[in-house]
């Protein structure tokens, strides 16, 4: 069974960013907590719990856990509440399928600005000091600090389009949570660090030669690669999972309940 990450301790510390409202805050808080295995597979959640631990009234927590149940990293079970969900095979690959199609049409047009001048060498400098973070420190690097600099790295490529609504799509399918949910509680991703590292530099190469072709190819063998991986990691934990459960049952966490 591969190793378990080390639980982080600000999990669960509710720490809100300018302008964002009060629901807001709470669900990234809590989308966090699910991501980074605060909650176990199928944990309830109880809205009375979480106002308690927070010190904020019910309202924002119910709105937050709706908002968490529309995007689907929480179900609603009839006279059970809320429960903490898991991705499926056919959502990785559905949601990998989409990313790929967004990222080769912002990349293009990405290459189109740059080509005009309309963007500098300064965008892809930025994109190149995400990937020197990546890879300063990668084995104490936490998972937490990987996933969200990864993240960064791609979306910054969708940003630089500069084409709202396609930002905005790329924002909605929540793609970097997911890949950061189903590595959770594994270490596959990195021994990982290699490949990606240099998936990534050939996808700063075709940029760097506003290269269409060599873009494309860089992204499709890169996610291609990627959902193999994510796809991998799902089964294994899914197993993982059957093994813990057919084990000894770990104790409940201070925001989960006894079930009735």
Same mark, same amino acid.
């Given at each position: ?56 009234? &019910?309202?924002? +927590? =119910?709105? $937050?856990?709706?908002?968490? #149940?529309? /995007?689907?990293? *929480? ?19 559905? &949601?990998?399928? +989409? =990313?790929? $199609?967004?990222?080769?049409? #912002?990349? /293009?047009?990405? *290459? ?149």
């Amino acid at each position: 069974m591969p190793t378990l990450v080390r639980e982080r301790p600000e999990l669960g510390e509710l720490i809100g960013k300018p302008g964002e409202t009060l629901t807001e805050t709470l669900r990234r808080t809590l989308l966090e907590m699910i991501i980074f295995g605060y909650f176990k597979r199928g944990a309830r959640l109880y809205p009375e719990k979480i106002a308690e631990h927070f010190g904020v009234s &019910l309202t924002p +927590v =119910r709105e $937050a856990l709706m908002r968490l #149940a529309a /995007e689907g990293f *929480i179900e609603t079970i009839q006279r059970r509440g809320y429960h903490v969900r898991n991705p499926d095979a056919k959502q990785v690959l559905e &949601l990998w399928q +989409v =990313r790929l $199609a967004m990222e080769l049409m #912002a990349g /293009e047009i990405m *290459i189109d600005r740059l080509a005009s001048g309309e963007l500098g060498d300064s965008a892809i400098d930025e994109m190149q000091q995400i990937q020197a973070r990546l890879e300063a420190d990668p084995e104490t690097i936490s998972h937490k600090d990987h996933h969200e600099l990864n993240g960064s790295f791609h979306q910054l490529v969708v940003e630089f389009s500069d084409n709202k609504l396609l930002m905005a799509a790329y924002r909605g399918i929540q793609m970097q949570v997911l890949s950061g949910w189903i590595q959770r509680g594994l270490e596959s991703w990195r021994t990982r660090h290699t490949i990606d590292s240099g998936e990534h530099r050939a996808i700063l190469a075709a940029l760097r030669a506003r290269d269409k072709d060599a873009y494309a190819k860089a992204m499709r063998n890169h996610l291609s690669r990627s959902l193999k991986d994510a796809q991998k990691d799902l089964a294994i934990r899914n197993q993982n999972d059957i093994e813990v459960k057919a084990g000894e049952q770990p104790g409940r966490l201070a925001l989960e309940g006894n079930e009735p």
